[in-house]
């Protein structure tokens, strides 16, 4: 399956399951988390060269860094809206509120340490606007 296929049933499936949602959201967006994303980063880990006891306390020096590349979760993640806030569909005579139109399916890439559990509602995060970077299309 390609990727744009996958974008397609994962917004039937999110407009089906939000049919079904009993809530209507108030100011946050309602998200389902995918898979996280895995980044490579370069790791720094202080190397102890030497431990000795100075005034009875014991001081470990650290002279070299040890620096390896490894995969890790991002700060970043990807997840399929399935319910949009009141607040955002109905703005306050905000004109420019609206330029990125986020509907229910739409997959987004949102800062995952704002985002909060919602555990009401099984695997879900609630994600404010502000916390959302992008719209996947």
Known sequence: ????????ND???????SSKIKYEMRGSFLVKPLDPVMVEKE?????????KIED?????????VKTEIKKVESEWG?????KVPYTYSHP???HLFNDM????GDTIIYHTQIARQF??????????????????K
């Not at 139109?101 to 229910?104: D, G, W």
Request: proline share 5%; hydrophobic share 40%; net charge negative.
């Open 78 to 82: 990807r997840g399929v809206v399935l």
């Open 56 to 64: 009875g306390m014991e001081v470990t020096d650290y002279e070299e």
């Open 1 to 8: 399956m390609d990727e744009n296929t996958q974008i397609v």
């Open 119 to 136: 555990d009401i509602f099984k695997n879900s995060v609630l994600v404010d606007y502000y916390a959302i970077a992008a719209v996947e």
């Open 92 to 94: 306050h005579k905000d």
């Open 101 to 104: 139109p986020i509907e229910v």
């Open 11 to 17: 917004k039937i499936l999110a407009e089906d399951v």
């Open 43 to 51: 790791i720094s880990t202080p190397i102890p060269t030497e431990t």
